[in-house]
C-alpha cells in the first residue's frame, strides 16, 4: 500500500508556513533600507523585531501565536488519523483551520482585535473538534 498525504496532512503543512508568512510582513518594512535608517537588521533581527510598531510588531505578535498554535493542530490530525476519524470531515475541519488561522494574521495585523479574538477562538474549537473527532 502507497502512503499519500491527505489533505488533512497539506494544512499542516501550510499551518506551518504561516510563521513564515507572518514573519515576512513583519519585515517587509525594513527591507531595502540601510540599517542606519531603521532597515531590517539581519545581524540582530530579535532586537530590531523588538523595536518595531505597528503593523510589523502585530506581524511579529502574529508569528509567536501562530508558533505557540501549531503543535496543538499537529496532534489533533495525528490523534485523528490515528484514531481512524472520517476523512472528508477531517480534510474540512483541518482547511476550516487554516483559514481562520489566515484570517486570524490578517486581522491581528489591521489591529482588529474584538474580530481576531473571535476568529482565534474559532480555530481552537475546530482544533479541539479535530482533535476528538476520531474519538469512539
Avoid at 523585531?49 to 498554535?69: D, M
Avoid at 486570524?104 to 474559532?122: C, E, F, K, L, T
Amino acid at each position: 500500500m502507497l502512503s499519500h498525504f491527505t489533505i488533512a496532512y497539506w494544512c499542516v503543512f501550510v499551518a506551518a508556513m504561516l510563521p513564515l508568512l507572518c514573519s515576512v510582513v513583519a519585515k517587509r518594512g525594513g527591507f531595502g533600507k540601510k540599517r542606519s535608517q531603521g532597515g531590517y537588521d539581519n545581524h540582530d533581527p530579535r532586537a530590531w523585531l523588538a523595536r518595531q510598531t505597528g503593523a510589523s510588531a502585530r506581524a511579529n505578535a502574529a508569528q509567536a501565536n501562530s508558533f505557540e498554535a501549531l503543535p496543538f493542530f499537529i496532534a489533533a490530525v495525528l490523534v485523528a488519523h490515528q484514531l481512524g476519524a472520517g476523512q472528508a470531515v477531517l480534510d474540512l475541519l483541518a482547511v476550516l483551520y487554516v483559514l481562520l488561522r489566515l484570517f486570524y494574521i490578517m486581522m491581528y495585523v489591521s489591529d482588529m482585535p474584538r474580530a481576531r479574538s473571535a476568529v482565534w477562538g474559532g480555530a481552537f474549537f475546530v482544533n479541539i473538534a479535530i482533535f476528538f473527532l476520531g474519538y469512539r
